[in-house]
């Protein structure tokens, strides 16, 4: 594959960190990933921008684009992610020790199989993300507690304690692993209760629990400040976060902010950590698009949709038998049931309320515990009879096929159910399905018809070089350049094909809502090609004004943040000229004349465009 959408970015952090300690890089992550997966790059000399300066997500960005494409991208993201991969071969092992400890040889196997051929797995285990990385922490920490409260030692504790502060290096929803080992360590001692009216004795046991609690914290937060390497502030001297912690966290809406200030105050954590936190409560819930509809907000039933169209159906059957299995009902296994059950539960909750719609990668770290679960219940049921071992194995043979029939593009993973991974794109969107990564596929597909006149809106366009790859195709506007302001090539009101549109463009998470987006049209067309599941190829002529439209409208909003408001409003004018049908430009004129101060002309203009955007959203 090509790069991800996020790769650079990471990659880039970690050889800075390596290099210069600057954690101001990407601070949105915590550096165990991002360091892992530079450390094969250390021995390679290596063109590396400036040190960069400036708002932090644009200079991680930039600086990432610039990093990886001075240098030969191939060699850097290939050393890179078998790096990171490193860490998706751990959580493979930790699940089949897992389920040796908890239930025997047999599920072990089982369970193995499962996670290797798990799809979401395969598609996010190789790549410099932070998603593998927090679900093998989180796992991990489990697996030890779990071993810890079977047989108490000091190395089981402390093995805790390095799990869960791998948890916290690698991603900050890692701090789930302290709320889940908690309720575990109560839930154990209810289990453990032996005379309800020895309250000396519960005391003591209390007592012990929040100790041991206590010291698996201290040895999580001693290996997050190692990460960072014992410093607190988040770059070298002479550079600063842009902006400040102070002024990130103040700004945000939420009850957290005056804690995190005054944990930075106390300098208990590291700087670039607690500026991680401010992003996440500084934010907003994101747009997503599910089941060809688009939704401006996170919505609550986005996960357990995504979950059944992204896990294969041999497993979703599986996990289903699980109800018939005479293990959930055997009061001797209902340790391994909760420390099962409970943190995927815990984690998956926490993903549903998060506001986040982005991804199953976001819930990857429920997976593994379900996957052990899933596999226990199977190989109970499959002892049971022959048919019942016929069916168990079919199930199987269903979860691998499914797996293998989508590899090598297993990042737009969905079930035979839903139509299979050539279907995703009418479904999901960004990481689900298009996360930037068809280059390749796309140049092979060029280069075998000798195209060379083309056009392409390509999702990852400020992250990633499309002419690094020899991508000879004009730019379309694409969301994320309009949306952050980021100046647009000009584009005609009709064009010839081939055109070559990213599936996440398609969709338009980005864009704001189906009546700015300029390529929904083309949901209804069906495409001449599919290229590695994640880029549409059309054929023909097309009336494309609203795309062109677009270029005019990203002028007018930046001409009339520096003042220049008549030119600003002409480009308004023009955009809507172009397309006057469309909400864009409405909503472009509105801008300038409110800057303006001609605000009735603003509201009317405004209206019209939510007139439009109104019978946008009537035809779902």
Not at 343 to 369: D, E, K, Q, T
Not at 378 to 400: D, E
Request: hydrophobic share 55%; charged share 15%; net charge positive.
């Amino acid at each position: 594959m090509s790069q991800t959408f996020d790769e650079a970015c990471h990659v880039f952090a970690g050889y800075r960190y390596w290099k210069d300690f600057d954690f101001g890089i990407n601070p949105e992550h915590p550096p165990l990933v991002k360091l892992v997966a530079a450390m094969p790059l250390l021995s390679l000399h290596l063109r590396t921008p400036p040190r960069p300066q400036g708002y932090f997500k644009a200079i991680e960005f930039i600086g990432g684009r610039q990093f990886l494409y001075a240098n030969d991208a191939n060699t850097v993201l290939l050393r890179a992610r078998l790096a990171a991969a490193l860490l998706a071969l751990a959580l493979a092992l930790t699940v089949f020790l897992a389920a040796h400890a908890m239930w025997g040889a047999g599920p072990a196997f089982l369970a193995l199989g499962l996670a290797v051929f798990e799809p979401n797995l395969v598609a996010h285990g190789s790549l410099v993300t932070t998603d593998v990385g927090v679900t093998f922490g989180i796992f991990l920490a489990v697996f030890c507690f779990y071993s810890f409260v079977k047989r108490p030692s000091a190395p089981w504790l402390m093995a805790t304690g390095v799990a869960a502060g791998i948890a916290l290096a690698s991603k900050h929803s890692g701090i789930l692993i302290f709320p889940i080992l908690l309720l575990l360590g109560l839930l154990e001692l209810q289990l453990r209760r032996e005379n309800s009216a020895d309250k000396k004795n519960g005391r003591r046991k209390v007592l012990t629990l929040i100790a041991s609690l206590a010291a698996i914290v201290a040895i999580a937060v001693v290996l997050l400040w190692s990460t960072y390497g014992f410093r607190f502030a988040a770059r070298p001297a002479g550079s600063t976060l842009v902006p400040p912690l102070a002024v990130l966290a103040g700004g945000a809406h939420s009850a957290g902010s005056p804690f995190l200030l005054a944990v930075a105050r106390w300098k208990l954590l590291p700087e670039s950590y607690l500026f991680g936190f401010a992003d996440i409560l500084h934010g907003e819930a994101t747009p997503t698009y599910l089941l060809g509809k688009y939704y401006p907000r996170a919505q609550w039933f986005w996960f357990p949709v995504i979950f059944a169209i992204k896990s294969t159906l041999g497993f979703l059957a599986l996990g289903l038998l699980l109800v018939f299995s005479p293990l959930i009902r055997n009061p001797d296994r209902r340790r391994e049931l909760i420390f099962l059950a409970i943190p995927a539960a815990v984690y998956f909750a926490a993903a549903m309320a998060s506001g986040i719609n982005l991804g199953v990668r976001h819930i990857l770290p429920a997976y593994p515990f379900v996957i052990v679960l899933v596999a226990a219940g199977a190989w109970s049921l499959a002892r049971r009879s022959r048919a019942l071992a016929i069916l168990v194995a079919a199930l199987v043979v269903l979860h691998v096929a499914s797996s293998l029939r989508s590899f090598p593009d297993d990042i737009a993973y969905a079930n035979e159910l839903w139509g299979g991974s050539a279907n995703s794109y009418r479904l999901v969107a960004d990481s689900n399905v298009d996360w930037g990564q068809g280059l390749k596929a796309m140049r092979t597909y060029l280069d075998r018809r000798g195209i060379k006149d083309c056009w392409f809106a390509y999702f990852a366009a400020n992250v990633a070089d499309s002419s690094y790859y020899g991508i000879p195709c004009k730019p379309l506007p694409n969301s994320l350049s309009v949306a952050n302001l980021i100046a647009v090539a000009p584009v005609p009101a009709t064009i010839d094909g081939p055109v070559f549109l990213s599936a996440s463009e398609v969709a338009g998470p980005f864009w704001g809502g189906d009546a700015y987006n300029p390529y929904t049209e083309f949901r209804g067309k069906r495409p001449s090609a599919l290229i590695a599941h994640s880029i549409l190829v059309f054929d023909g002529r097309f009336e494309v004004a609203a795309a062109a439209a677009k270029a005019h409208e990203v002028a007018a909003a930046q001409l009339s943040e520096t003042t220049r408001l008549e030119q600003a409003m002409a480009e308004a004018e023009t955009a809507l000229t172009i397309a006057p049908n469309a909400a864009g430009p409405h909503a472009a004129r509105a801008l300038v004349l409110a800057r303006m101060q001609r605000q009735a002309e603003a509201v009317e203009e405004y209206q019209k465009a939510l007139a439009i955007e109104a019978a946008a959203n009537a035809g779902h």
